[in-house]
């Protein structure tokens, strides 16, 4: 009797425990959430989209280059990751069946478990020390190196789950194997997939590491590839991290603007995610 | 007395004269079928009819499904597979032939209903859009009259931009062989074309296989012996991985020659 009475007090503790450890992990999004929006907030006006920084001292700009920049960059860098995460992907699920390409996934998920900044040293290797300058292109590349993999396995596992009869369907017709891939397997996925890619997106959107020394940052517009350029992350760091109040007012405000950006891809992926139309 | 004599090897086998007549689609000779190591067709020889309905039967796991699909070649997608002996369409060896064309020559209807998560219309045009068919004009006039063909057409008419899965299993099945008629294939293969589909849909399924075999040599898979009876004209019986018999299917179900055809025929196994 005795001993019931200690399990049940045991079983409550535990499933107490587990009830705060949930507590906790989605307290501290909310917390990020709450802390950002109410710091944030206060410093977000008009100027904040439309001007280029002030001067240290002087009060007031915005920055709208970094806005731009990051823009930029991650255009970029989806441009370039994207077609090539997407085929390897399509490799991976079509064609991928002997040991070669137990090495590539096997790579790729390594290549999802490199430290960024270690990549923003490959990229700084590969585009900086060449073209001798920082540049937009630089920080692209980076981004992109961290966006392959994701794409690259998000793109098998959907592929993977588009239903075999599909693919035996299109063959039966006479559709030569990447026929069939092209307009039978791919099109049933579509949905599936451009949700992976915007989550993709999503990932590379808040990386700073790898941009710190490769786009580096600027004062002033440039939108040429060529040239170095603010992003909001890089801002972020440098305006944190500054000795002045203003700065430190602007960093909140381009957090909580990053915040929403990554949140709005996110939600618009879930949107995007199909009901599952096929069984 | 040549005349006697005629009379009487006519009356020993009636379908002589009938076989005489009815060109062989399909020639199939000592096939032996593995897949890996694992032997699935043992040296099958039978000729397929044209313009007549084969049905295939056997219990599950007999080699009748290999065997269907060793015809358009659907087999080679499974690794380590392999093909001995010839089949010849007409006078192709399909092995010698290029796969795609084949299987336009070749359609196949599988056991459950895959259209594709497109509408009703581009499910039906995909065949002739992926062998270059693209003039809307063409492509309207070929996936109603494919539809048609499939009795299918009275039913969608006005929906043909819908999803094909806003029809029912049976509609889907239709659409199905709709789209495999599409290419004008040669022969039609169908893999238990019915098995998913309530008696009023299958009905309608076999009423279309009767329509189709004019233009279209048929192979149908079934499990079921009533719809052999009823809808074809040779049936064949396979019984682990061996074509045991295959005969006129009058013959087949009133006087088999193996005892294992009628042991399985009457129920008393498989």
Redo the contacts between chains.
Sequence with gaps: MNRLARRKLVSALMFGLTGICTLLTISSLFFILGYLLWHGIRSINLEFFTQLPKPPGEVGGGMANAIAGSAEIIFLATFIGMPVGFLAGVYLSEYGEDKFSFVVRYATDLLNGVPSIVIGIFAYALVVVPLGHFSILAGSVALSVIFIPIAVRTTEQFLQDVPHAFREAALALGAPKWKAIATAVVPAAFSALATGMLLAVARIAGETAPLLFTSFSNQFWSLSPNQPSASLPVMIFTYAISPYRDWHRQAWAAGLVLLALVLFINVSARLLLPRRVFK | MTAAAKTKSSAVEPHAAALAQTAQKLTVSHLNFFYGMHQALYDVSLEVEANRITALIGPSGCGKSTFLRVL?R?NE?V?GSRAEGSVFLDNDNIFDLDI?????RV??V?Q?A?????SIFNNVA??L???GLCSRWELSGAVENSLRRAALWDEVKDQLHKSA?ALSGGQQQRL?IA??LA?NPEVLLLDEPSSALDPIATSKIEELLFQLKRSCTIVVITHNMQQAARISDRTGFFLLGRLVEINETATMFRNPSRTETEDYITGRFG
């Design positions: 358009n659907m997608t690794k795609t064309l084949l299987r336009r359609g196949m599988f459950k895959n259209p594709f998560p497109k995909y065949g859009r992926i062998n899965y199905c789209r495999a290419v």
